[in-house]
């Protein structure tokens, strides 16, 4: 009997955010392997500020989508059938371009098997232990190169990556202030995290906030964000300062020029360190990363959000989230079920908070 996939292609590209004529659900039967590839049953989805940047023709670090091709996309599924000595049915497997559809046909030299944890959810393989912890790990610790007693600013500090970064921050001796989205969220970083201040870029001025916070000025800043908010913070960096650009959101919904610092000149007068950088450029630190970041776990050093909203159909909707500020943590779909139940949490051994409903 044939398997019959589902999957998100592009039909159009999308002008502002993804509405529901640029993509189409559709349904094809799953292709048969080839020598050392495998069928994986994808579980969980990936939903990343960078998903939008790959829908649009822009330039960008990876080709852009191809009108009529799977929404590009990572993803944690499980081997339903292999022609691999690698990968043996059962098998759970972290792809980092499994895609937006139900089954993915991989090489399976491009796979990464995942070391499943005592007390830790299958959902930290895309999350604390995945590329958003590694993201986070490699942009603080290799871009902003953190010295103890310095300040370190993040934006959209309440997101999958930027908590981290803070956190990471903290471990490192560092004075950590997160610009975020409301006051849950930065009563969270605050309360939670340990972040030593928050700043709620919806309700104040968030130039006037860093002002407050910040009397002497920004060491390093974390860059989520872009617009006029990365603006304040890179007008307040000090002599030497760092910015780890790792994303622009506020940018992505337009194909226009993404905006830089309005006062260039400060990049010479302060010497000013700015550096982009995509953590695909970092994947041989992962491993470091990872063992790192599960000690920090296991002392209770990290705590982490998982979101998860479910059905494949709500994939679109969850990416428009991103932009929308509605979500916490990590933003993730699942699309099938484990394949065998989730080891029991107790406070005491993990630090995690899964949310989202069902849907």
Known sequence: MVRMNRGWVLKQRPER???ST???????????LEHDQILVKNIYLSIDPTNRVWLSSRDQYLPP??????????SVGVVEDSSSARFQPGDTVLLGQGGWQLYSTYDASAASRIRRRANIPLTASLSVLGTTGLT????LLDVCRPNPGETLVVSAAAGAVGSIVGQIAKIK????????GGPDKCKWIVDDLGFDGAIDYKSEDVGDALDRLCPDGVDMDFENVGGSIMDAVYSRLNVNGRMAVCGLISSYNSDAPMA?????????MNRLTIQGFVVLDHL?????????????????QLRWKDHVVHGLASAPEAMNRLFTGEHDGKLMV????EPRPVVAQTDSTVTHQQVGARQ
Do not use: H, M, N
Request: hydrophobic fraction near 40%; include cysteine.
């Open 284 to 300: 041989s630190r992962a491993r470091e990363a990872y063992g790192d970041l599960a000690a920090w776990i296991e002392t209770g």
């Open 173 to 180: 001796g560092c004075r950590v202030i997160g610009i975020a």
């Open 136 to 139: 986070a790990y490699c942009g």
């Open 17 to 19: 955010e993804v509405r």
């Open 22 to 32: 640029d993509l189409e659900l559709v349904e094809s039967p799953v292709a048969g």
């Open 260 to 268: 830089g610092p309005k006062d260039f000149g400060r990049v010479l």
């Open 65 to 74: 989508v191809g009108i009529g091709e799977v929404v590009r996309g990572v």
């Open 334 to 337: 699942q699309i099938a079920d």
